[in-house]
């Protein structure tokens, strides 16, 4: 199984930051990575496909880039509802699996 | 409007089984590629399983914690997908949440989930 490695594990971030989180695969997983945001209480939602297409209705600041085994998912000018835990996955063979997620919190 | 209900969670011993279902709306189900995917309390999201449609082979894949124990179905009449769960352990207890799969490989929408608990 491919396994997946983000970091950091979680981060602190003031309103307005510029946050980067990283994930890693354990082999080529060409493009296929994609990234979704997990608030308490609620069910994930995904925010990029394929490394760097935004979803319909995701807001601009959100952007992802990468290829191979490596991507990063950035977050341009932080906003409160920003605040949340992110997880990647990988979408190039099953099982798809996921990474163990990065946590901003409020600084 | 998408909407996927699970149902059949609950307090199970270790060594026990459980039938999970998730009953489909809103989309076409006869096409939809089905999945579960859990979230231990306090933890990341771990897929369980993916099965295709009868069209793409109703093929099955499960992550290794769960091969040999779990069996996906589907019931197309009756728009609805199953997740049979024996040989239950302490570290199977979670929230088991139901998911289109809209395109390989992505998932959403989801379901809100049912909790298993599998506790002596």
């Known amino acids: 199984d491919i396994q997946m490695t983000q970091s950091p594990s979680s981060l602190s971030a003031s309103v307005g930051d510029r946050v980067t989180i990283t994930c890693r695969a354990s082999q080529s997983i060409s493009r296929n990575l994609n990234w979704y945001q997990q608030t308490p209480g609620k069910v994930p939602r995904l925010l990029i496909y394929t490394a760097s297409s935004l979803k319909s209705g995701v807001p601009s600041r959100f952007s992802g880039s990468g290829s191979g085994t490596d991507f990063t998912l950035t977050i341009s000018g932080l906003q409160p509802e920003d605040f949340a835990t992110y997880y990647c996955q990988q979408s190039y063979t099953l099982p798809w699996t996921f990474g163990q997620g990065t946590k901003v919190e409020i600084k | 409007e998408v909407q996927l209900v699970e149902s059949g969670g609950g307090l199970v011993k270790p060594g026990g089984s459980l039938r999970l279902s998730c009953a489909a709306s809103g989309f076409p189900f006869i096409d939809a590629w089905m999945n579960w995917v859990r979230q231990a309390p306090g933890k990341g999201l771990e897929f369980i399983g993916h099965i295709k449609s009868k069209r793409a082979g109703e093929t099955t894949d499960y992550a290794a914690p769960v091969k040999g124990r779990f069996t996906i179905s589907r019931d197309d009449s009756k728009n609805t997908v199953y997740l049979q769960m024996n040989s239950l352990k302490s570290e199977d207890t979670a929230v088991y949440h139901c998911?289109?799969?809209?395109?390989?490989?992505?998932?959403?929408?989801w379901g809100q989930g049912t909790l298993v608990t599998v506790s002596s």
């Open positions: 998911v289109w799969e809209s395109r390989p490989g992505e998932f959403g929408p």
